[in-house]
């Protein structure tokens, strides 16, 4: 890498509830126990792919505001 050549925006995808991830896998459930959702502090069974207690769509929505400030960085490095 040069360091020079301007970088791509990441693709604008609008945020639709439910979709973006995939946690099907039985990794993804702890029969044992429940524990405190990292985002909202309910309990859940749900586990992120780093092992973190998690609900589906609270993680979902940390990625989208995630993807929305790394997309609004990329818009103010471009004016
Ligand atoms: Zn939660």
């Known amino acids: 890498m040069t360091g020079r050549r301007p970088r791509r925006a990441p693709p604008e ?14 990794r993804h459930w ?9 985002y909202c502090g309910d309990d859940t069974q749900l586990r992120d792919s780093k092992g973190s207690a998690a609900h589906k769509v609270c993680a979902e929505e940390a990625l989208a505001a995630q993807a929305a400030e790394t997309a609004a960085a990329y818009r103010m490095r471009g004016t």
């Open 30 to 38: 702890d029969y044992e126990h429940a524990r405190p959702c990292r």
């Open 13 to 26: 995808q609008p945020y639709a509830p439910g979709t973006h991830l995939d946690w099907r896998d039985s």
